[in-house]
Every structure is written in C-alpha cells, then in structure tokens.
C-alpha cells in the first residue's frame, strides 16, 4: 500500500470507530436479568464490518481493537477484571474484523456480517465459559448446571439480535451504497 492509500486507510477507520462509538450510545440493554453483566442491542458492529470489508482483514481487526477498547473507557464498559475486559470488549470487537475475509464485495457484506459477529460470539462465548462460570445463575427459569449451555444461552441472548440487524443493514448498505463501498 502507498503512504496516500495508508492515510486512506487509517482515515476512514478513524471515523467509522467514531461512528461506532457514537452509536455505543444508542443501545436496547438486555442481560439485566442474567446477573447484571450486561449485553445490548445495537448498530456498533455495522461501522466496523464496512471498514472490513472496505480494507481488508488486517484493517479490519485493527478498526476492531481500537474501537473495543475505547468502547470500555468512553461507553461504560463493565469487567470483572482485566481478562474479561480485553476479552469482552478488545478481543470480542477485534474479531468482528474477521468480515474483511469478504473484501470488497458490497453484495456479500451481509456475509461479511455474518462472519463478523460469529467471530464476536465465540469471543463472548470463550469469555462466558473461562471466566463469568462461577457467576452462573438460573436463565429463563431453567436451572443451569451447564457452563457450555449457560455462556451459549446468555451471549447467544444479546448476539442473535444484533446479528440479525447487522447483517440486515449491511444487506441494504451493500445493496445501496455498491459505488461507494468499492472506491
């Protein structure tokens, strides 16, 4: 990559971690109920995605890890301790970075999604087996004896939602901004 293309590059990523993080703020909490450790829905990942797919897989894990970790100081992120928050927040947003395996293919950004936020889940799912097993608790009135079944069911609770936005903005994003999205 030239230097102009690099200035590019860090540029965009810049502000669509601004847009993310100014769409932290906009969030449905859910989670409430399982213990208090949180999950939300909505629109952070979008942003992230289209820098992926915009420039690629290492651009995008990079646009990830910026924005997760500046999700935690500037959006109110909540830790346990400092495994959980690199996981939960700068790993788990890190891997949303894995949609740049579909670059430049506005058509295929809702598989970009996809990928990215299956990426995201097993971050949250590894996190909620290794370290939030000892706060395990009964969810949806079933009695949980199971740390697999537990840490599927409660990330599973707030990442299904904002999987299925995700890659339905990004379908009508990659549909609707096809030149924009290829410069």
């Given amino acids: 990559m030239s230097n102009r293309s690099n200035l590019h590059a860090v540029s965009e990523c810049a502000v669509f971690t601004a847009l993310a993080i100014g769409l932290s703020f906009l969030k ?3 989670g409430i109920s399982f213990g208090g450790f949180g999950g939300s829905i909505d ?26 970790t500046l999700k935690f100081f500037m ?10 928050m690199l996981l939960d927040y700068s790993v788990a947003y890190m891997f949303v970075g894995f949609a740049g395996l579909i670059p430049r293919r ?9 990928i990215g936020c299956a990426g995201r889940f097993v971050i949250h799912f590894i ?4 370290i939030y097993a000892e706060y395990m608790e009964d969810i949806f ?6 740390v697999w079944v537990y840490s599927a069911l409660y990330n599973g609770s707030y990442m299904l939602p904002n999987t299925i936005l ?9 549909r609707t901004l096809q030149k924009q999205l290829l410069r």
Wanted: contains cysteine.
């Fill in 166 to 174: 995700a890659a339905a903005v990004c379908f009508f994003l990659g």
């Fill in 127 to 130: 996190s909620g087996i290794t």
């Fill in 43 to 68: 629109l952070v990942m979008v942003p992230l995605i289209v820098a992926a797919c915009r420039w690629g897989l290492g651009w995008g894990l990079g646009t990830g890890l910026v924005f997760g």
């Fill in 106 to 114: 506005p058509k295929q950004m809702w598989l970009a999604a996809l």
């Fill in 141 to 146: 009135g079933l009695p949980m004896t199971n």
């Fill in 75 to 84: 959006a109110g992120g909540t830790a346990i301790n400092w495994e959980s």
């Fill in 28 to 30: 449905i909490p859910i």
